[in-house]
């Protein structure tokens, strides 16, 4: 009897190690089958490899990452057949790292404009948002912003939300800010918009849009299609609704954007079915229905601009319609910045209290 | 015998080299000095400030646990077992439920949460070392006529306890990565995680993950040695009868209620209230075959990297009790990767397991990296567990294994079985659960289209949907209930042995 125990964990170890065993075995390359390395968010790309899956039968496993993209794919660079990523700069990483491999599609290049793609073919952006500025309908006037620097100035301060200094959105629109206003310009905003921040980084965007509507804060810097995304969901509904987006720097050049990017991992054996997958990614319907899902802007859609996204930047009078002018910094550029860029987030001690 | 040992602490020491390897790059160094002139003292006193705080208030709040381990009262096992439940709870969970109710951010709040998620710990190795004190101490308090101080007279014997315990929540709290990424708070861990994966040279990623590894594995190596010797003491082996039960009375009986009472509110009624209500809410709209699948998936997972745990822990216990103090060293160094931050140790296995070699890659496919990392985190917990069990066997024993050739290591856990068991079956309970609630190693780790139940919970809490995490997570409670309970008994058998 007293062995029982025993035996019952024998079992138990037996089997687990079995199936761990089993669970472990590489399996066998698979033509049917597409491996994706993301960052995004799942529910924004979920739906999308469903229906290609359904489409054409080839089954899309993805992995759901949360940092450090580049860094698994430099890692393992044979696990994935491609990486889908919600910020492009990531991807002219990997590019100058060996990672990726030309893309070589009629499809793609009919469908995506030329400079929402790589010069060789490395990589494409399939959509983008504006890094923009929500701000309380009842606590600020659309007239009292103009430009981001201006969020450094005096009379924001203990006014202003942001995440992470060090998140990728972050890293991208000042790395974006260095090549237009020069480095010791952007010092003096990471630094002056570190002084006037209502609370340390923390958070999402949406986040940020929630502590305007919790009196936290009256401005915030987030991506325009969390706008969307907020006014869509019945319990995020009265964050969007407490908030409006601003597009600074309309008189200054235009807003920064950030592109989301796909790309084939140079290691991929399934070359025609991830092809297919970024093929299907960028045609008129599915654009339209990222449009739809995402709020965000697609580089090749042909349905208008959504009710929600036509209102952004409402009191704004350069923008019409929610069309606004965008400034278009290259990603080998914005990528080259991104040490210096943590390097003054450091000197800033931007994410401490 | 030695050179399994030898085999397993140098598998259990591969991270650690790794990291250290990874760490000497072109700007390793120059980042490193620049981080120091910058950022990094804030940090690291913002994590040290975390630590103290978060094992001093755990120390507090388990107080209710250090009452109701001398006294009979109405209710006490009860109390026992309530006290535990935060356990269930992952700390990041207990912020995020804070956050979504009190808006809660900021330093206070994630000393507040690491205090209670460390609470149960203090509890149960407190506990179960008060337990393990000779019976005889309260005949002599009760002659004495110091009964009702007993509490006062017997805490001193829990203070090694006590404090290896604290260490270990200080441990915990230091290397805590993801309850701080909730809260706001930019501990020396989290900015490790964000160098990592912000800037484009590993080195610097590598030297500072050292640089914060280094403090808790000093803490580490000192506290889990501590650990492994609890309960070990020469006036506990001389007796027979254990367990102090001093009888509470009257007003008096409530006293242990109302010491565990804000350990209670805070770790059991506010958030299993939360999470009960959210659940009920999101029960319908939750698809029961995804949901399933991954909480079996969790299960095989951590079951594999609890028993992968086991089996690299048993030969350096082997060892010890054959070879003596040389294999002391291999489980000083098995010790190590406990204390490594499991944000550092998963950067580290993905290190360790690169694409580029086909064999490599094959090995690093699927969920095995992930089933090393949980092995390689979780055999030092079966190595303390077995050196405590070892001290309490009889000395005699494994001399006579040695003397008529039984010493190998089938003989030596089938002789010692009696010892061994409940002390190896409470530190795979212990490990089980730790390795349910981890996001750190099974979100940098994760398998292609395998995600854990606590990772999916993490991620979508992310993007501020932590009600619709509610049936996800109140599914990953029901998994530790049995492995707590385990845990429990366990642990308050084996302190009376």
Not at chain 1, 5 to 14: F, S
Not at chain 2, 266 to 284: C, N, Q
Not at chain 2, 356 to 370: I, N
Request: net charge positive.
């Amino acid at each position: 009897m007293r062995k029982r125990p025993w035996q019952l964990a024998r079992l138990v170890g037996a089997v687990v190690v079995g199936a761990a065993l089993a669970a472990c075995a590489r399996k066998p390359a698979a033509p049917r089958e597409v491996r994706v390395l993301t960052d995004r968010t799942e529910a924004h790309v979920a739906p999308l490899f469903a229906e290609f899956e359904r489409a054409t039968g080839v089954h899309v496993v993805p992995v759901y990452l949360d940092k450090g993209l580049v860094a698994r794919l430099e890692s393992r660079p044979t696990e994935a057949d491609l990486v889908v990523t919600k910020d492009a700069d990531l991807l002219e990483i990997a590019r100058k790292k060996g990672l990726l491999q030309p893309l070589d599609s009629e499809k793609v290049r009919e469908a995506v404009p030329a400079r929402f793609r790589e010069p060789s073919g490395a990589y494409f952006s399939d959509a983008y948002r504006a890094r923009a500025i929500f701000y309380s309908r009842e606590r600020v006037k659309p007239e009292e912003l103009s430009t981001y620097e201006a969020l450094a100035e005096p009379k924001w301060k203990g006014r202003v939300c942001i995440r992470s200094g060090y998140h990728d959105y972050n890293l991208s629109l000042f790395g974006q800010m260095i090549e237009a206003y020069g480095a010791e310009r952007t010092r003096a905003f990471v630094k002056g918009l570190r002084r006037n921040l209502a609370r340390p980084p923390q958070g999402d965007d949406r986040g940020q849009a929630r502590a305007i509507f919790e009196k936290t804060c009256d401005v915030a810097i987030a991506n325009s299609y969390y706008m969307g995304i907020m006014l869509s969901s019945a319990e995020q509904r009265a964050w969007g609704e407490a908030s409006a987006v601003f597009f600074p720097d309309q008189q200054q050049g235009g807003t920064f954007i950030l592109r989301s990017g796909l790309a084939l991992t140079k290691a991929t054996g399934a070359t025609d079915a991830a092809k297919a997958l970024l093929e299907r990614l960028v045609q008129p319907d599915v654009q339209d229905r990222i449009a739809a899902m995402t709020f965000a802007y697609p580089v090749a859609g042909k349905a208008p601009l959504s009710e929600v996204n036509q209102h952004l930047g409402e009191g704004q009078p350069e923008v019409a319609r929610g069309v606004f002018r965008v400034r278009e910094i290259p990603l080998d550029a914005i990528a080259a910045r991104r040490d210096e860029v943590v390097r003054m987030l450091d000197e800033a001690r931007f994410d401490q209290p | 015998v030695r050179a399994g040992a030898a085999i397993a602490a140098a598998i259990l020491g591969l991270p650690i080299a790794t990291i250290a390897i990874r760490a000497v790059g072109p700007g390793g160094l120059d980042a490193l000095g620049h981080l120091a002139q910058t950022a990094l003292p804030g940090e690291l006193a913002v994590g040290a400030l975390v630590a103290i705080g978060a094992s001093a208030l755990a120390a507090l709040l388990a107080l209710g646990g250090l009452a109701s381990s001398i006294h009979d009262f109405p209710g006490r096992a009860l109390l026992d077992r309530l006290a535990l439940l935060p356990m269930l709870v992952p700390s990041w969970y207990l912020a995020l439920v804070a956050r979504e109710l009190g808006a809660a951010r900021g330093l206070a709040w994630l000393v507040l949460v690491l205090g209670v998620s460390g609470a149960p710990l203090v509890h149960l190795v407190v506990g179960a070392a008060l337990r393990a004190v000779p019976s005889a101490y309260g005949d002599v308090l009760r002659l004495a006529g110091r009964s009702r101080a007993a509490a006062w007279h017997l805490a001193p014997l829990a203070f090694p306890a006590l404090g290896a315990t604290i260490a270990l929540v200080a441990l915990a709290a230091w290397a805590d990565a993801p309850s701080a990424r909730v809260l706001g708070v930019r501990t020396a861990t989290v900015s490790a995680l964000d160098q990592w994966s912000a800037r484009e040279d590993a080195s610097v990623g590598a030297l500072l993950g050292l640089a914060v590894a280094l403090p808790s594995l000093l803490v580490g190596f000192v506290a889990l040695g501590r650990v492994a010797r609890l309960g070990a003491g020469d006036d506990a082996r001389a007796s027979h009868e254990r367990g102090v039960r001093v009888p509470l009375e009257g007003p008096r009986a409530l006293l242990p209620w109302l010491l565990a009472l804000p350990q209670l509110a805070l770790g059991v009624v506010v958030p299993g209230a939360a999470i009960g209500a959210w659940t009920m809410a999101r029960m319908p709209r939750v698809d029961l075959g995804t949901l399933g699948a991954d909480a079996a998936r969790t299960i095989l997972v951590a079951g594999a990297g609890t028993l992968l745990a086991g089996l690299l822990a048993l030969p350096i216990v082997h060892a010890i009790a054959l070879a003596g103090r040389g294999a002391r060293v291999a489980a000083r160094l098995a010790l190590l990767p406990f204390a490594l931050p499991t944000v550092v140790l998963a950067v580290a296995v993905l290190w360790m397991t690169p694409g580029t070699s086909p064999v490599l890659a094959a090995l690093a496919d699927g969920v095995a990296p992930l089933v090393f990392a949980f092995g390689v985190h979780g055999a030092a917990v079966f190595v303390g567990a077995g050196l405590a069990a070892l001290e309490r066997a009889a000395r005699g024993h494994v001399a006579v294994l040695r003397l008529v050739g039984r010493a190998g290591l089938g003989s030596f856990v089938a002789h010692l079985r009696p010892a061994l068991g409940p002390s190896l079956g409470a530190a795979a309970a212990f490990v089980f659960l730790q390795a349910l609630d981890d996001v750190s190693l099974s979100i940098v780790l994760a398998p292609f289209g395998a995600p854990s139940v606590a990772a999916r919970v993490f991620q979508l809490a992310q993007v501020e949907r932590v009600r619709d995490t509610a049936v996800w997570m109140t599914v990953l409670a029901l998994l530790g209930v049995y492995p707590l309970v385990t845990l429990a008994r366990l642990g308050e058998s084996d302190s009376r042995r």
